[in-house]
């Protein structure tokens, strides 16, 4: 009877040490998703050294009271090169922000730079309506100086009727 329990809680802590292994090694190949994420905890409680830190100083900004975030606005970009890649000038307010998420099983996309461009990472967000995963738009990242730094957040898809 013992050695059937130890032989269960053995397997059960194996089990837990391969997820564990697994979950490390699948973020460690991402840091881009690692910076989103790092962004969107230190947004969420009002870290305003870290999030200033962590954004691309030209081209957004955070508006706060005091020490806590009120909101954060990104300026007009040109994302990526092409007639279609226009961002228009955006603002959110914290709870906008912080309503999005990074999906648990999303990936960063990076886009190898050519010539003098930064590499460009773009992370999918996603909200919650109704109690179902929604398309929350994208956040942007730019490698600035070896580190990932948020460039812009893009407004979600908007639905179309038909």
Same mark, same amino acid.
């Given at each position: 009877m013992t050695s059937n329990l130890l032989r269960i809680f053995g397997i059960l802590v194996l089990i837990v040490l391969i997820f564990l292994v697994i979950n490390k090694f699948s973020t460690a190949n991402q840091p881009a998703k690692k910076a989103a994420e790092a962004f969107m905890t230190a947004f969420a409680n009002h870290d305003l050294a870290t999030v200033k %830190? $962590?954004?691309v100083p030209k081209v957004a900004g955070v508006t706060y009271a005091g020490d806590r975030i009120t909101g954060?606005?990104? =300026? !007009? =970009?040109? *994302?990526f090169t092409g007639a279609f890649s226009k961002s228009p @000038? *955006? /603002?959110y307010s914290y709870l906008e922000i912080t309503s999005r998420q990074i999906p648990r099983d999303a990936s960063?996309?990076?886009? =190898? %730079? %050519?010539? /003098?461009? #930064?590499?460009?990472?773009?992370? #999918?967000?996603? $909200?919650?309506?109704?109690? &179902? #995963? *929604? #398309? +929350? +738009?994208? $956040?942007?990242? !730019? &490698?600035?100086? +070896? %580190?990932? &730094?948020?460039f812009y957040i @893009? =407004?979600?898809p908007k639905e179309t009727e038909r």
């Open positions: %830190s $962590m954004l954060i606005e990104f =300026q !007009e =970009q040109h *994302v @000038a *955006v /603002k960063a996309v990076v886009i =190898q %730079s %050519s010539d /003098k461009r #930064p590499e460009l990472a773009t992370v #999918p967000l996603e $909200m919650y309506a109704e109690n &179902k #995963p *929604v #398309p +929350g +738009g994208s $956040m942007y990242l !730019e &490698k600035v100086e +070896g %580190s990932w &730094k948020v @893009a =407004q979600p």
